[in-house]
């Protein structure tokens, strides 16, 4: 199983943008998948969560200004981050569940909810 995240970068506050993570070794249609991030000095943290069925989670954190999408034609996961705020910079990684329902998976949480993990990629927001 390999997971592996783009998209990163810098951008101002108030910006956008779109993370990518492309999965392979597995068969992505059948499990839910998820976005966390992990800023310095701070413990990861769950973003959002989609499940197989196309059910969606999300921090209360990010609601209303972050849509997690998967294409599974493309073995994709998508991350469209709008209204970014300085407190979203972190490493933005993704994961894959061993479960096929989002919601379950991400109430679970990190340490059970998931079972393979991609790189990261940064994403930095300044004032």
């Known amino acids: 199983v390999q997971l592996q995240a783009s998209g990163g970068g810098l951008v101002q506050a108030g910006g956008s943008l779109r993370l990518s993570c492309v999965g392979s070794?597995?068969?992505?249609?059948?499990?839910?998948i998820g976005w966390f991030r992990q800023a310095p000095g701070k413990e990861r943290e769950r973003v959002s969560c989609?499940?197989?069925?196309?059910?969606?989670t999300y921090a209360d954190s990010v609601k209303g200004r972050f849509t997690v999408s998967r294409d599974n034609a493309k073995n994709t996961l998508y991350l469209q981050m709008n209204s970014l705020k300085p407190e979203d910079t972190a490493v933005y990684y993704c994961?894959?569940?061993?479960?096929?329902?989002?919601?379950?998976?991400?109430?679970?949480?990190?340490?059970?909810?998931?079972?393979?993990w991609g790189k990261g990629t940064l994403v930095t927001v300044s004032s």
């Open positions: 994961a894959k569940s061993p479960f096929m329902s989002g919601s379950y998976a991400y109430t679970i949480g990190l340490r059970y909810g998931m079972d393979y």
């Open positions: 070794g597995f068969t992505f249609d059948d499990y839910a």
């Open positions: 989609i499940g197989a069925e196309g059910s969606r």
